[in-house]
């Protein structure tokens, strides 16, 4: 297993909003994740993703702070064309399953960048294969 770990958008929200259930087990994880010097990755649709939920509930500071703030430290994978067709293929033949085509591509991203391990509160991460950080 490398030491990476891709974050996904309900990890990011998590560590933004005070009030989620996840919210201290995200600070703990984040903490501990930045001190080991784990490398840290997310794609660009989670940006995405995270931007119109934190802006949408949060307001548009609290999304500019986690953008200037917290992505400082995240590297960024690039979802090219190839993996966009790619998740959204999987998308469809998963698509009754309440998947989000951006989790499928970030599936596709994980597998394409051989990254086991997520960080995020999203069950179907787990159900395609990943491994939670804090196991």
């Known amino acids: 297993m490398t030491n990476q770990v891709f974050i996904d958008t309900s990890a990011f929200y998590a560590l933004m909003d005070g009030s989620d259930q ?20 997310t794609n660009n649709y989670i940006i995405v993703e995270s931007l119109a939920l934190l802006q949408s509930r949060l307001g548009f500071e609290a999304a500019d702070l986690w953008y200037r703030d917290i992505l400082g430290v995240v590297d960024l994978l690039r979802v090219e064309e190839p993996a966009h067709q790619m998740g959204y293929e999987l998308w469809l033949s998963l698509g009754r399953r309440k998947l989000s085509l951006v989790d499928c591509i970030s599936f596709v991203t ?16 787990e159900e395609q294969g990943f491994v939670p950080f804090d196991q």
Not at 111 to 125: M, T
């Open 110 to 125: 994980m597998r394409s960048n051989k990254i086991e391990l997520f960080f995020g509160f999203d069950k179907h991460f």
């Open 22 to 41: 996840f919210h201290q087990q995200a600070g703990r994880h984040w903490l501990e994740m930045v001190e080991e010097g784990i490398q840290l990755s």
